[in-house]
């Protein structure tokens, strides 16, 4: 079966519940979110970039290279948007160690992690992180356009790639993003499936921010693309000018699944943060990079 929802603890009534009418679950760290110290690590190396796809942007950007790669053959990759925030391993993602983890035990494949940030505009401050604001990040990730695919595609990875080797298949490309970085990641898929076949969004603002409450109506009347996509939202999600969160990331499972996309939607009671995401972060990635003969365990 290509399309899936999880929904944990709500249904949709549950929407209709105040914060402080639910009481949100508790999401622990996955195993295969923490340093197992007998495992190979793999290493992380940092760069600085200035765009011009995005004119006058500076940006912090990383490259995990995973020690089983060799650089005998092309390997897969998987870009992140908020790359500081996926990358730290004090985080809710701790997506290195995962990646050192699931490497380690063959469930997904060797691949390099491109971590990147959003620009900024006022001067590239010395420490990665949200503050100060990224000037930049709404017009990079909520634009409905090819512009942060050509970034990515023009620039960031055939400079990755001087090092080393990377795919040149669809299908071993994967994106992920976070929020604005989530609905980001769908629309660098949607615009380039010959170029991204794997998408990550964990609380995916498809709202209109810059117009991306309308791609369930787009998905619905749109030849379906070769994208597998993998959604998680919370019932206390923001609701505010833009949009409900909770009710938007449904009507783009919805309209995923009336197309026949292969997708997973997992659904529960968390906010606007990573817990939930984080918590599922290893088996989202066994799903999204098993094999069509492997159902690959559901992210819960």
């Given at each position: 079966m290509?399309h899936?929802?999880?929904?944990?603890?709500?249904s949709?009534l549950?929407?209709?519940?105040?914060?402080l009418?639910?009481?949100?679950?508790?999401?622990?760290?996955?195993?295969?979110?923490?340093?197992?110290p007998?495992?190979?690590r793999g290493?992380?190396?940092?760069?600085?970039?200035?765009?011009?796809?995005?004119p006058?942007?500076?940006?912090h950007?990383?490259?995990?290279?995973?020690?089983?790669?060799?650089?005998s053959?092309?390997?897969?990759?998987?870009?992140f948007?908020?790359?500081?925030a996926?990358?730290n391993p004090?985080?809710?993602?701790?997506?290195?160690?995962?990646?050192?983890?699931?490497?380690?035990?063959?469930?997904?494949?060797v691949?390099?992690?491109v971590?990147i940030?959003?620009?900024?505009?006022?001067?590239?401050?010395?420490k990665?992180?949200?503050?100060?604001?990224p000037?930049?990040?709404?017009?990079?990730?909520?634009?409905?356009?090819?512009?942060?695919?050509?970034?990515?595609?023009?620039?960031?990875?055939?400079?990755?790639a001087?090092?080393?080797?990377?795919?040149?298949?669809p299908?071993?490309?994967?994106i992920?993003?976070?929020?604005?970085g989530?609905i980001?990641a769908?629309?660098?898929?949607?615009?380039?499936p010959?170029?991204?076949?794997?998408?990550?969004?964990?609380?995916?603002?498809f709202?209109?921010i810059?117009?991306?409450?309308?791609?369930p109506s787009?998905i619905?009347k749109t030849?379906?693309?070769?994208?597998?996509?993998?959604?998680?939202?919370?019932?206390n999600?923001?609701?505010?000018?833009?949009?409900?969160?909770?009710?938007a990331?449904?009507?783009?499972?919805?309209?995923?699944q009336f197309k026949?996309?292969?997708?997973?939607?997992?659904?529960?009671d968390?906010?606007?943060?990573?817990?939930?995401?984080g918590?599922?972060?290893?088996?989202?990635l066994?799903?999204?990079?098993r094999?069509?003969?492997?159902?690959?365990?559901?992210p819960?």
């Amino acid at each position: 079966m290509k399309h899936r929802f999880t929904y944990l603890t709500f249904s949709i009534l549950g929407l209709f519940l105040t914060p402080l009418e639910a009481q949100q679950e508790s999401y622990p760290l996955h195993p295969d979110s923490q340093v197992k110290p007998d495992l190979p690590r793999g290493k992380i190396t940092h760069y600085v970039w200035e765009s011009e796809v995005f004119p006058q942007t500076q940006r912090h950007y990383s490259v995990y290279v995973p020690a089983q790669y060799d650089g005998s053959e092309s390997a897969a990759v998987m870009v992140f948007q908020d790359g500081h925030a996926y990358q730290n391993p004090q985080g809710d993602f701790r997506a290195t160690v995962v990646l050192d983890n699931l490497i380690h035990a063959g469930e997904i494949p060797v691949m390099i992690g491109v971590f990147i940030d959003p620009g900024h505009l006022d001067g590239l401050p010395e420490k990665r992180g949200w503050r100060p604001t990224p000037r930049n990040r709404s017009f990079e990730y909520d634009t409905l356009s090819d512009q942060y695919a050509r970034f990515l595609l023009d620039e960031i990875l055939p400079e990755v790639a001087k090092q080393y080797p990377l795919s040149d298949d669809p299908e071993m490309r994967a994106i992920a993003g976070m929020s604005s970085g989530g609905i980001c990641a769908w629309t660098v898929a949607w615009e380039r499936p010959n170029q991204f076949r794997k998408v990550v969004s964990h609380i995916g603002s498809f709202v209109n921010i810059r117009g991306g409450h309308n791609y369930p109506s787009l998905i619905r009347k749109t030849e379906s693309k070769p994208i597998r996509v993998f959604l998680q939202d919370g019932s206390n999600d923001l609701d505010n000018e833009h949009g409900n969160w909770p009710l938007a990331n449904q009507q783009m499972a919805k309209a995923l699944q009336f197309k026949g996309y292969d997708f997973q939607f997992v659904y529960g009671d968390g906010a606007h943060n990573g817990k939930h995401g984080g918590a599922i972060f290893p088996d989202t990635l066994r799903w999204l990079w098993r094999s069509e003969s492997d159902t690959g365990r559901d992210p819960q």
